[in-house]
């Protein structure tokens, strides 16, 4: 069965560095999302792209955030100068974004550590 | 806004033993998706089950079933025949619906479910 793919499992980082966290999302699904989860706390919101643009994004997703489809398969996040509270799990997630069917397909998450 | 309320934060349940996780949510939509997600100990997110607002008919997976209630905007999720595996974070879940499918997920706070032997 298809599946979202993240790497790595588990980051760390120094704080104000630079991480790129990346999925591979389900082969023919055209939405895709970010969420993160800080330990303890419901699953937030990040941001949603389509067609090679956002869609939307929370309050969260500030300047420090991007995200890009480099190429056909990868959906990157990158946070470009780390801070203590980016510290969480980040889900990618896809969907297929045809017919009736609009759930998303969560990837295992991506472990992010500031130190 | 939605959102999402699910006002037991832990449980338990004796292995073979039937439980309810209750959920409800805010929204001035009328069409929407709801998902109950689960969060094992690994933290990979699942889906469980789904139900589309606009069906009456409560949706069922196997050992789980939800009862939908859109009137009181409730939405809880029976786990018949509990199993070890089981033991998990489990998340409620809305999403608004519509022509195209971009639209976020918005989670509930989660409820803590233990499967005691």
């Known amino acids: 069965e298809p599946e979202v793919t993240q790497t790595p499992s588990h980051q760390v980082t120094q704080m104000g560095q630079e991480v790129i966290l990346r999925c591979v999302p389900i082969s023919n699904h055209l939405y895709f999302y970010w969420y993160r989860q800080i330990l303890g706390q419901k699953v937030e919101f990040l941001v949603s792209f389509y067609n090679n643009e956002i869609s939307e994004k929370s309050e969260i997703f500030d300047d420090q955030f991007s995200v890009e489809r480099p190429d056909g398969s990868n959906f990157t996040l990158k946070i470009r100068s780390t801070k203590l509270e980016d510290s969480a799990m980040y889900f990618c997630?896809?969907?297929?974004?045809?017919?009736?069917?609009?759930?998303?397909?969560f990837g295992p998450g991506t472990r992010l550590t500031v130190t | 806004a939605q959102t999402v309320t699910q006002s037991q934060p832990e449980m338990s349940v004796q292995e073979a033993e039937t439980v309810t996780l209750s959920c409800t949510y805010d929204?001035?939509?009328?069409?929407?998706?709801l998902f109950w997600y689960k969060q094992p100990p690994s933290r990979q997110m699942i889906l469980v089950i789904r139900q589309e607002a606009y069906k009456q008919q409560n949706a069922t997976e196997n050992r789980f079933s939800v009862n939908f209630q859109k009137a009181a905007k409730s939405f809880s999720l029976k786990i018949s025949d509990s199993q070890l595996g089981d033991t998990a974070m489990y998340f409620c879940a809305f999403m608004k619906h519509y022509r195209t499918s971009y639209d976020k997920v918005i989670f509930g706070p989660g409820t803590s479910l233990s499967v005691i032997p």
């Open positions: 997630a896809s969907s297929e974004g045809r017919g009736e069917v609009y759930e998303q397909y």
């Open positions: 929204t001035s939509e009328n069409n929407y998706y």
